[in-house]
């Protein structure tokens, strides 16, 4: 049973308490590693000045930066020998970081897992097929162990050779997938290449998908297309991995599990915490963890609490579905874009297929944005006047969210090459001003 209903509805009261007895037992282990005792003497703070869970606040941010100075063993705060496992960030922003695990944390990551599944509805009779990459990315180990730990059988089919995984599928009667959203997608054009369709031949039920921002639409989309009920998961190599934050059967917000993780929303900007509701940089303490305890960590990923009660009846706050990255935002002709808000659109035209890439470069000095589409395959089938007006229908959408108008080029189903991990969406060939 995987239903910690003790935590999981703890009331709030209580999981407060909880939290405050952890961050103090965490940041006196947090302050036995060498960076933060030098951090922490710099700042003049220490362990003494938190009595209250607001107190938190007088304490400094701990960043990527920090991690890359901090470079490899600067944070631990056990011997060694203690440790059984490290992971390294799959790096989609500038240099890998490492991070280490106890025993005692790889069993709660597993618990927390465990935890998740559980609560979207897997049960030991279901089969498991994890379709992230294995390695250094927290997707395949963390899921695999979790699994594992819930009793269900699990099948380590890792990332890529998609023939291979739909033989997987339906030779095991997977019920359970999880892969990043970009490889759903992808998955399912070779599904369509096969002549398949994973809800006439399989028996799938339940699809998690995470590591990259998707949309609303994408999640339907992928739903209707698998035949799948498919729940939003959230994490970061920083704090374990995926496990931090899951939907629950109301796929309205991930629950982010608060025994666990301290959660504030901050304005990026003035780094003053933001009321619940409001748009911010998510900012996570680890309460539990062992090897490598991080203290107000900035993830850099903009979302929101979400006020009022989720009627499933878990006290654990929800956050919102993932906008980006502070840093996966670009300017063009002085409008601020994020990739989501051009796959928001485009997910949301029934003839787009399932991929996209955003090619910003200057011509004439000035900033040019081609918005480059996948077709479904029929669309090409038609006459070249209805591609015309499909084209021109993509722009004036496009247009009315960014208020600017792009290019958007057409082009037909396999046109962009497999991608080996997470998804490249914007590709900036722009000059740069001298400086
Ligand atoms: P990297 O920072 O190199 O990508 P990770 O593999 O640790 O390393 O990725 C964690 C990041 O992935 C998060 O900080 C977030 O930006 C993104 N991410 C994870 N899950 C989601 C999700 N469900 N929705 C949107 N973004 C996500
Ligand atoms: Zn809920």
């Not at 007006?389 to 600017?404: C, D, M, N, P, V």
Request: overall charge negative.
């Amino acid at each position: 049973m995987y239903w910690e209903k003790e935590i999981e509805t703890m009331p709030v009261s209580e999981l407060k308490a909880l939290q405050l007895q952890r961050l103090q037992h965490t940041l006196l282990r947090a302050l036995t590693s060498p960076y933060y005792r030098r951090m922490y003497q710099a700042e003049g703070v220490s362990a003494d000045d938190v009595r209250t869970l607001a107190d938190v606040q007088r304490l400094p941010f701990t960043t990527k930066q920090d991690l890359r100075n901090g470079y490899p063993y600067e944070f631990l705060t056990v011997a060694k020998e203690e440790v059984v496992r490290l992971h390294s960030s799959s790096g989609t922003t500038g240099q890998a970081t490492v991070i280490f695990h106890t025993a005692h944390d790889i069993a709660d990551w597993a618990n927390l897992i465990a935890r998740c599944m559980y609560m979207t509805g897997a049960r030991k009779s279901d089969v498991f097929q994890n379709m992230s990459g294995y390695g250094m990315f927290t997707g395949g180990l963390g899921f695999h162990y979790g699994a594992e730990k819930l009793g269900v059988l699990t099948v380590p089919a890792g990332s890529g050779n998609s023939k291979r995984q739909i033989q997987f599928m339906k030779d095991f009667s997977t019920t359970i997938i999880h892969a990043i959203p970009s490889y759903a997608l992808h998955l399912f054009s070779v599904f369509a290449e096969l002549g398949m369709e994973p809800k006439r031949d399989l028996h799938l039920k339940i699809g998690y998908l995470g590591a990259e921002p998707y949309t609303e639409h994408t999640r339907r989309r992928v739903e209707e297309m698998f035949g799948v009920r498919v729940y939003n998961s959230y994490g970061l190599s920083e704090m374990y991995g995926p496990g931090v934050a899951f939907e629950c059967p109301e796929q309205n917000g991930m629950h982010i599990w608060e025994d666990c993780f301290l959660v504030e929303v901050i304005n990026p900007q003035t780094l003053e915490p933001v009321p619940d509701g409001e748009e911010g940089e998510l900012v996570l303490t680890a309460l539990s963890r062992e090897a490598m305890p991080l203290i107000r960590y900035r993830t850099r990923d903009l979302t929101m609490i979400l006020p009022g009660e989720c009627p499933c009846g878990r006290t654990h706050k929800r956050i919102a579905r993932i906008k980006g990255r502070s840093d996966d935002m670009f300017i063009v002709k002085g409008v601020n874009v994020f990739p989501m808000q051009v796959e928001a659109v485009l997910m949301g035209i029934p003839e787009v297929g399932t991929n996209y890439q955003i090619v910003l470069e200057t011509q004439d000095f000035m900033d040019v944005m081609t918005v480059k589409v996948e077709m479904r395959g029929e669309v090409f089938t038609g006459d070249v006047k209805g591609l015309q007006t499909l084209q021109h229908r993509i722009t004036t959408a496009l247009k009315s969210e960014l208020l600017f108008t792009p290019h958007v080029t057409l082009v037909e189903p396999g046109s962009f090459p497999e991608a080996q991990g997470k998804a490249v969406r914007v590709i900036d060939h722009r000059m740069r001003n001298e400086e």
